[in-house]
């Protein structure tokens, strides 16, 4: 190899290095990018509808399994010195704690303003019922370990909790607030699942008769009234094509309260379209509790 022809071969190379090293970079811009890019459209949901939203799990020995938790806690200033709380929970079969924390609810939420609650919304598994059966005591878990560690992590009014919930989560609302009459402001049922025997039950929603017994709300609600839900505001809405529609007009009836009917179906549309309506709700019950 001629002399000249080293100097060109080593300017070649360190052309092809330096090339090198400017590739390698701008490898390491675009992740960087995307890895920005991804964390702005995680947090994009939260930032959108003016809420933080925390994901974490609860260990509960009351249900002997670790469990997700979504909750959301509204940007600014509350109208009180503390947010208030509202548990909302989920209808069976559903996608567990996400099922609910949708942008059709958050956009009820923002419309709240100031006067917006945190929302937890615990995972209650396929079919729980939330309440306390053979596979555990999904009441406590509720009531004694989703509740504090929500008002824990979010800073939320201890005194000022509401409890409400579609389909499942309804019943779910209204079983667990008789356990508790003096904990909770406010109690909501959404398409509330509620049978008024056990012959009409679904599959997997109670162990057997003698648990659909002990958590008969609307037995409960005939024989105790509407004192056994102590102070709390009560509401109670369903589709007009519902088939939990007597169930719901049957506990209406023995609570003495307004059954409140819409057209639609037992499905995510009708809720979907009341979520402004359940949350000023839970907002007014909150604020004067």
Request: overall charge positive; some cysteine.
């Amino acid at each position: 190899m001629s002399s000249g022809a080293r100097p060109r071969a080593a300017h070649r190379r360190r052309r092809l290095l330096a090339a090198l090293v400017v590739i390698a970079l701008l490898g390491v811009g675009v992740t960087e990018a995307r890895r920005h890019w991804r964390g702005d459209v995680e947090t994009g949901a939260a930032a959108a509808h003016r809420a933080q939203i925390e994901r974490y799990t609860v260990r509960s020995r009351f249900v002997r399994r670790t469990l997700p938790q979504v909750a959301a806690t509204p940007r600014g200033e509350p109208s009180q010195s503390k947010r208030p709380l509202l548990v909302f929970l989920h209808g069976s079969g559903d996608d567990g704690e996400e099922s609910n924390a949708n942008g059709a609810f958050f956009q009820a939420l923002d419309r709240l303003g100031a006067r917006a609650p945190v929302v937890v919304f615990p995972n209650g598994g396929e079919s729980s019922y939330f309440h306390r059966r053979g596979d555990g005591d999904w009441a406590r878990y509720v009531l004694d370990e989703v509740i504090p560690q929500a008002i824990r992590r979010t800073g939320a009014d201890p005194d000022r909790v509401a409890i409400g919930g579609i389909s499942m989560g309804g019943f779910g609302a209204y079983n667990l607030a008789r356990l508790r009459p003096r904990r909770f402001c406010a109690v909501g049922g959404h398409s509330a699942a509620l049978w008024q025997s056990g012959g009409e039950l679904a599959p997997g929603a109670f162990d057997d008769a003698a648990d659909f017994a002990r958590n008969d709300v609307i037995a409960i609600a005939r024989s105790r009234g509407r004192g056994a839900w102590g102070s709390a505001r009560l509401w109670l809405d369903g589709g007009t094509k519902d088939p939990f529609r007597a169930g719901g007009d049957a506990l209406a009836a023995a609570l003495g309260i307004r059954m409140r009917h819409w057209e639609g179906e037992h499905e995510g549309d009708y809720w979907r379209a009341h979520f402004d309506r359940y949350l000023r709700f839970y907002a007014d019950a909150l604020e004067a509790c």
